[in-house]
T-cell receptor
Framework: AQKITQTQPGMFVQEKEAVTLDCTYD???????LFWYKQPSSGEMIFLIY??????QNATEGRYSLNFQKARKSANLVISASQLGDSAMYFC?????????????FGSGTRLSIQP | GAGVSQSPSNKVTEKGKDVELRCDPI?????LYWYRQSLGQGLEFLIY????????KSGLPSDRFSAERTGGSVSTLTIQRTQQEDSAVYLC???????????????FGAGSRLTVL
């Protein structure tokens, strides 16, 4: 079965510290894509980073990096030097397979609170 | 359009009434999704349209829910005989489809907040 699991409902981190948000996934398809989205209190969904299953390098986008461990089926998001504006819900998502039938599913999310 | 547009942004209705939620995706995006998000919760998949393929309706919670996409563009999610548990934010998202890649980045609308009294 296709599934995304985020085991941390909430996290509190001091400003300027690095933070890792956990995500594990389950799929039998060798081709898949992994995503992270941010949802601030305003409610908008903001795309952060993407990792393809065949990508050799871990994806990075500014302060965001994705720690992709294929054998362990994990795709943790790392935020370096956290800022107050990073406080939000963070969702991990997966698209299992590349066919027309492959839909994107989301995890339950992690609420990150950055403290000054 | 420049982004994904959803209407109405807020809808308050009485239990038992029907509601229609509209989504206007980004022009050229062949994939369109509906998700439901209850307060403080994750995104629950409802339905997925991709081009001319038959939609994936596997996430619709009951036969009171239906959706259509006309002309490969605008989509309408209809909830019949609304119940209080239908209260949630309904999010629409669209993306391009890449045949040999999973990089289908979703662009989300602002959502339609439904309150059933």
């Amino acid at each position: 079965a296709q599934k995304i699991t985020q085991t941390q409902p909430g996290m509190f981190v001091q400003e300027k510290e690095a933070v890792t948000l956990d995500c594990t996934y389950d799929t039998s398809d060798p081709s898949y894509g992994l995503f992270w989205y941010k949802q601030p209190s305003s409610g908008e969904m903001i795309f952060l980073i993407y990792q393809g299953s065949y990508d050799q390098q871990n994806a990075t986008e500014g302060r965001y990096s994705l720690n992709f461990q294929k054998a362990r089926k994990s795709a943790n998001l790392v935020i370096s030097a956290s800022q107050l504006g990073d406080s939000a819900m963070y969702f991990c998502a997966m698209r299992p397979g590349y066919s027309n039938a492959s839909k994107i599913i989301f995890g339950s999310g992690t609420r990150l609170s950055i403290q000054p | 359009g420049a982004g994904v547009s959803q209407s109405p942004s807020n809808k308050v209705t009485e239990k038992g009434k029907d509601v229609e939620l509209r989504c206007d995706p980004i022009s050229g995006h062949t994939a369109l999704y509906w998700y439901r998000q209850s307060l403080g919760q994750g995104l629950e998949f409802l339905i997925y349209f991709q081009g001319n393929s038959a939609p994936d309706k596997s996430g619709l919670p009951s036969d009171r829910f239906s959706a259509e996409r006309t002309g490969g563009s605008v989509s309408t999610l209809t909830i019949q005989r609304t119940q209080q548990e239908d209260s949630a934010v309904y999010l629409c998202a669209s993306s391009q489809h890449y045949r040999f890649s999973g990089a289908n980045v979703l662009t989300f609308g602002a959502g339609s907040r439904l309150t059933v009294l």
